[in-house]
């Protein structure tokens, strides 16, 4: 990675506030009231298709937004330094990509009760990055993007303990937890599996 690579400029602010920006703008409809229905991921569900593509900008409350702002604004600003040649295509298909295997995911919350979970929240998304920043670093083995999984493994590294349905309170998607780690550690093995394969034919 050469070093004017790792010069943080303020374009790679831009998405991480653009993203940050329509998630509370969204909330700030919700709370108008604008937003009556769930438009998150509903499981099996033709309804809750759309939610691949919108529930990460809902969320329940304010506590719910607030908890999900400044990782998901740190992971991304992450993303877009030291992997901009990839950042977009990680932040938009995996967000797709998770919320489709989400949808196809048994909905267990439905067999118990027969009402239909509706996952909603950026957590899944930052699931998703800190995975990809972790296992990325960790794969192709240089010393800063090492030096980044072990910050993202510091700063975040408590985040596994969602992806266990027994771990997290009623009412938290530990499914899109687990999926967007998933997803996130996929990504990471298969977008650098290049690089590391020509490191490996230069040595």
């Not at 977009?88 to 067999?111: K, Q, R």
């Amino acid at each position: 990675m050469r070093r004017d690579e790792l010069k943080l400029k303020k374009e790679d602010f831009y998405p991480s506030l653009g993203l940050i920006g329509l998630m509370w703008l969204i909330f700030g409809l919700q709370y108008l009231g604008l937003f009556q229905n769930c438009y998150g991921v509903i499981p099996w569900r033709i309804e809750g298709i759309k939610g691949i593509f919108l529930s990460p900008l809902f969320h329940g409350n304010l506590d719910h937004i607030i908890s999900n702002t400044l990782p998901l604004f740190v992971l991304s600003v992450i993303l877009f330094l030291f992997y901009k040649r990839q950042a977009y295509t990680v932040l938009i298909f995996g967000w797709i990509l998770s919320g489709i295997i989400l949808w196809l995911f048994p909905d267990f919350g439905y067999l118990d009760t027969s009402i239909s979970s509706c996952h909603i929240g950026a957590s899944g998304l930052i699931y998703m990055l800190a995975f990809f920043l972790f296992f990325s670093g960790i794969f192709l083995r240089q010393i800063v993007l090492i030096l980044v999984s072990i910050i993202v493994a510091i700063l975040y590294g408590s985040l596994i303990y969602g992806v266990f349905p027994n771990l997290v309170a009623e009412g938290v998607s530990w499914q899109g937890h687990l999926i967007g780690a998933l997803v996130g550690l996929l990504f990471a093995y298969q977008f650098n599996r290049k690089k590391r394969t020509r490191r490996k034919n230069s040595w």
